[in-house]
């Protein structure tokens, strides 16, 4: 084969690759983008906040006093305010979950008054570790849209480095006689 046949061959590859990484690029910035703005755009409007920080515990403001006072509008924020709630919950029934306090309150045998005292135990627990799923659900979400974002960005640097090559080594290809052989 001779030279100016491959490098025209590689260069037209190069080429091919680097569009592919250009527009795969793209689309995985605007879907991190759109993540990331959807998750901003369903937390905003529910206006969970953290305490400002002079209310939080000492506990409390070593483990989310960076966020003291803000909206809960991105997903970092929604998973250090999962850790306030868990901190929360974990005073209820002496760190019992929502499954083990509900089933003590359907025990047999359990007198009415305990009962009623741990399904209202039972019941505030459901809608913390349901607000804490809901929170690092969005978190995640996040998460996997940034991944997406970032790669984007080191797909289309790579897609623009790989173009300039490709049509470097065009430019080289027409330049090589075509009797030199490899």
Excluded at 10 to 35: D, E, K, P, T, W
Excluded at 79 to 99: M, P, V, W
């Amino acid at each position: 084969m001779n030279r100016k046949a491959l490098d025209q061959l590689v260069s037209a590859g190069a080429l091919v690759i680097a569009v592919v990484l250009l527009l795969a690029g793209g689309g995985a910035i605007y879907g991190g983008g759109f993540g990331r703005d959807n998750v901003t755009d369903r937390l905003a409007p529910e206006k969970v906040q953290f305490p400002p920080f002079d209310a939080m515990s000492p506990e409390e403001q070593a483990e989310v006093g960076d966020f003291a006072g803000q909206l809960v509008t991105t997903g970092p924020q929604a998973e250090a305010f999962a850790r306030y709630i868990q901190g929360h919950l974990a005073f209820i029934n002496d760190g019992k979950t929502y499954s083990e306090t509900s089933a003590a309150a359907r025990a047999e045998g359990l007198d009415p008054a305990v009962a009623a005292e741990l399904q209202g135990k039972a019941d505030s627990l459901f809608k913390g570790e349901t607000l804490r799923a809901i929170l690092l659900n969005a978190y995640g979400w996040w998460t996997v849209a940034t991944i997406a974002l970032y790669l984007g960005y080191m797909m289309v640097a790579a897609g623009i480095v790989l173009l300039i090559l490709a049509l470097l080594g065009l430019r080289h290809a027409k330049k090589i006689s075509a009797s030199v052989t490899v």
